[in-house]
């Protein structure tokens, strides 16, 4: 069964930085690749942040350059630095193994203006 842990979400000021993180279980972790996602009030859940078991990376156009999605293989965790953070990425956010389709309990996010 796959389990996904995410913490590092809180409140900080705009302008400011948070780095999120997610333990998966129940994967081969090495193999797969992982998925940051979010989801703000009233809006759907949209793709943030991709990286691939390769380690390659791809980023939604409205966090490109703003946030870097990483991953350590041996901790089975994946992880988003989010620098420079904004109102508008105020949400939930969630990761998950790209071919799987279960969710963690998400970490919110908060940027006041």
């Known amino acids: 069964q796959v389990q996904l842990v995410e913490s590092g979400g809180g409140l900080v000021q705009a302008g400011g930085s948070l780095r999120l993180s997610c333990v998966a279980s129940?994967?081969?972790?090495?193999?797969?690749?992982m998925g940051w996602y979010r989801q703000a009030p009233g809006k759907q859940r949209e793709s943030v942040a991709v990286?691939?078991?390769?380690?390659?990376?791809s980023y939604a156009d409205s966090v490109k350059g703003r946030f870097t999605i990483s991953r350590d293989n041996a901790k089975k965790t994946v992880y988003l630095q989010m620098n420079s953070l904004k109102p508008e990425d105020t949400a939930v956010y969630y990761c998950?193994?790209?071919?799987?389709?279960?969710w963690g309990q998400g970490t919110q996010v908060t940027v006041s203006s």
């Open positions: 998950k193994p790209l071919t799987f389709s279960q």
């Open positions: 990286i691939t078991s390769g380690g390659s990376t």
């Open positions: 129940g994967i081969i972790f090495n193999r797969n690749g």
